[in-house]
């Protein structure tokens, strides 16, 4: 019992002097924002989708550029009641098989502290690939599931999506292809120490084409609400909902959330975990299918929400900021399989620099 007593005293006496050395209300604390990107899973990369910023205000007249770079891995084989004992190119069992490759720029202007404009612009490519050796690989020295690629020729491209809405989601061959512009305004309506809200419009500018899925070909809106949380010095907590209207009348309206946990020990680095939360613009289609004389149909299932995890880091030194993600679709299948994320940002204030 006197150990355990000692034990605990001197837990307590750590305790009481973390609280001395770094006190919750210490200013600045080290929170750097989610992480930011757009998601990639086709049927949302043609519409606009909340990129995770951050709710807090900035400095006036700051102006910040970026570039990012996506690699998406992706593989999905309707497969229901067949289980090939070879690999296969049966085109009436895929729905996606590819690589992509998506290299972005934005940038942002404050134009008041709490008011803050910009846009992200996009180039697509999507290709046969020629890392599915080295992904079933990966998958099967950590007995993962490789998302039915093995039953697959590798390095092949097929995407076709059937659904209700007669969107055409299809491509046989290599694209690379121009995407959508997006436009938006951050106002941060609400801010202390402790937490900062914001409201976010957008607008969608239909420079991508549907033939190359790169966009829908007709403009979206979106309206949402941007919440930060920082609880103390090393941890914050992110909270987003909007929704996303498609102007293109076959579409549905779009919910779209984030949950995220941001551990910041460091001023130059911190983990971040994040869930996309978001439901389908599209819905299933019934599909007709026969396997070694066997006849029945199977529904596309693009219908469910998306539950996306994110898992990624942040090193920010002074006004330079790198982030690396790696996004996977692992709860209910809505997603692209693997999409990774590298991103360099700056900030220039104009007021300083002139």
């Not at 400095?59 to 289980?83: L, N, P």
């Not at 549907?210 to 949402?224: F, M, N, Q, T």
């Amino acid at each position: 019992m006197h150990k355990t007593i000692k034990k605990y005293s001197a837990l307590l006496l750590f305790f009481l002097c973390c609280l001395r050395i770094f006190p919750a209300d210490l200013e600045p604390d080290f929170s750097k924002g989610p992480l930011f990107g757009k998601n990639m899973y086709i049927p949302f990369l043609i519409h606009y989708n909340f990129p995770s910023l951050s709710a807090r205000s900035g400095r006036d007249a700051d102006f910040q550029y970026h570039f990012s770079f996506y690699y998406i891995q992706d593989a999905h084989y309707w497969g229901k009641g067949v289980t090939p004992i070879s690999r296969i190119y049966d085109k009436r069992l895929i729905f996606r098989d590819y690589e992509g490759c998506v290299g972005e720029f934005g940038f942002a202007n404050n134009v008041f502290n709490d008011l803050q404009i910009g846009a992200d612009m996009r180039v697509i490519a999507y290709y046969g690939g020629f890392l599915d050796p080295f992904m079933e690989f990966f998958h099967n020295t950590f007995d993962f599931s490789n998302g039915s690629r093995e039953y697959f020729l590798q390095n092949q491209l097929y995407i076709n999506i059937p659904n209700d809405n007669e969107i055409s989601l299809f491509l046989d061959e290599d694209r690379i292809s121009f995407g959508d512009i997006d436009i938006w305004g951050k106002w941060t309506f609400f801010e202390n120490r402790r937490v900062s809200v914001a409201g976010l419009g957008a607008y969608k500018l239909p420079t991508g084409k549907l033939e190359y899925l790169s966009g829908s070909g007709s403009p979206d809106i979106g309206l949402g609400l941007l919440s930060d949380f920082r609880v103390d010095r090393f941890f914050s907590f992110y909270a987003q909902a909007g929704i996303v209207l498609p102007l293109n009348q076959k579409s549905y309206p779009m919910f779209n959330g984030l949950a995220g946990l941001e551990i910041h020990p460091l001023d130059i680095f911190s983990l971040n975990v994040q869930m996309n939360i978001k439901t389908s613009p599209i819905s299933d289609r019934s599909v007709p299918w026969s396997w070694n004389d066997e006849y029945g149909t199977y529904y596309s299932q693009y219908s469910l929400p998306q539950t996306n995890l994110l898992f990624g880091f942040i090193i920010r030194h002074k006004d330079t900021r790198f982030q690396l993600y790696l996004e996977e679709d692992a709860i209910t299948n809505q997603g692209a399989d693997i999409t990774f994320n590298m991103m360099f940002s700056q900030s220039v204030n104009l007021k300083s620099a002139r």
